[in-house]
């Protein structure tokens, strides 16, 4: 029988079932949250460490550039959250076969971009 397999595999061109893309979304969006961390953490310390910081931090976030930062690590943190409750629902044996897989994958990417327009449109 004749090796019919690919040597190299191009992952470019290879097309992953929505249930990969869900899943390794997932662990980017843990990975940037936690790079990003240190913004969070100085954000919160701005807010909450006198008045003057306060000013600082409301400058800081009324910066154009810093509401698309915060509204893509806003929906990076909604889509880890919701996958999140997929990969626990999935560790429970729920929803492994094809089309509930694929029906909830398409439901994390639905709820958290909806989620995030909500949120993000309620505090611009």
């Not at 090796?3 to 990969?20: Q, Y």
């Not at 893509?72 to 409750?85: E, K, Q």
Request: charged share 10%.
């Amino acid at each position: 029988m004749p090796n019919s397999r690919p040597k190299h595999l191009n992952l470019i061109l290879i097309k992953f079932p929505v249930m990969a893309i869900v899943s390794g979304m997932h662990r980017i969006s843990g990975a940037v949250l936690f790079l990003f961390l240190p913004l969070f953490l100085w954000l919160w310390h701005q807010s909450v460490a006198s008045p003057e910081a306060f000013e600082a931090f409301r400058a800081a976030v009324g910066h154009p550039l810093m509401k698309l930062v915060l509204l893509g690590l806003l929906w990076g943190y909604l889509h880890h959250f919701c996958a999140g409750i997929r990969h626990l629902a999935l560790d429970l044996d729920l929803g492994t076969d094809l089309q509930p897989a694929r029906a909830t994958s398409y439901a994390v990417l639905a709820v958290s971009i909806a989620l995030t327009i909500a949120i993000g449109v309620a505090l611009w």
